[in-house]
């Protein structure tokens, strides 16, 4: 089975930068991540939005590059947001309590007008 | 005289459903979860509790790949899905050497791993444990095996 290598484009919403993410989130995904990640951040908005439309698997690792971005949005005093997860990943993001840091919305319509308002 | 039947014995409620193997490579848990999904496709498990079932068998397959086979890719990583009674019962095996993996299973401290005090990773066994009904791992000289046990059945799953 061929993975489904991650790739992202970066996109600037009012007030937000959006992160189209397409693929897997697995150990293979942490430099085009990483890298989209940093483009977003040059944007200069106070809030990243993580679209997962596009995201049919999250593994371990994935959640955990997904730490690591939370960890640098925390640092740099952003607001890291999420949508279009699935049923499944919403409860991973529950019980591993990353939707305790970073807000999830059912779609990119409410994350965008959520980022305005605050 | 009337015939008496014989007692049903636990042969006569194991029913394997799938046994094979996969190569110790990246990226292979998800060939490993999907066979596993095809292989239980008769049974009452849909919806979530198919997706829940799917997770703990990638994660548990990835552990089995990374460290107990060192991702090298001619130790192939054995599973086996059988039917026990009203169990699901999906076993996954590596050639580890050394004292299983610890079962505990604590809940990680997000806010460590936040503060960069602790390694962004170690997801891994508390999503199996969050996913299935049952987990345990047992272990000898040569081999660990991590077994996953959903309870069938309108109850079925968590």
Known sequence: MAVRHLSVEVRLEPGVAVLDLMGEING?????????????????TNT???NFEGVDY????????????????RASHRRLLACNLSEHYVEIFNITRLSDFMSVFPDEESAVVEASVS | MTDRKPARTDADLRQTLAEFSVPSEPGNERLAMETVAEAVRDLDIRGE?????????AEATMNAMEHGNKYRSEVPVEVQVEVVDRDLM????????????AQAGDVPDLEA?????????????????????EMSI???????????????????GK
Do not use: C
């Open chain 1, 28 to 44: 293979f995904a942490e430099e085009a991540l990483n890298a989209a990640y940093a483009e977003a951040e040059a944007k200069e």
């Open chain 1, 48 to 50: 990243i939005l993580l």
């Open chain 1, 58 to 73: 999250i593994n371990s690792t994935g959640i955990a590059l997904i730490v690591g971005l939370l960890a640098r949005a």
């Open chain 2, 49 to 57: 509790n198919l997706e829940r079932l799917k997770t703990a068998v």
């Open chain 2, 90 to 101: 999906v076993r996954i095996t590596d050639s580890g050497s050394g004292p299983p993996p």
């Open chain 2, 113 to 133: 791993k936040l503060e960069g005090m602790q390694t962004a990773r170690g997801w891994g066994l508390f999503l199996i444990k969050s996913m299935v009904d």
């Open chain 2, 138 to 156: 047992t272990g000898d000289d040569g081999h660990h095996t991590i077994e996953l046990v959903v309870h069938l059945g309108a109850e079925g």
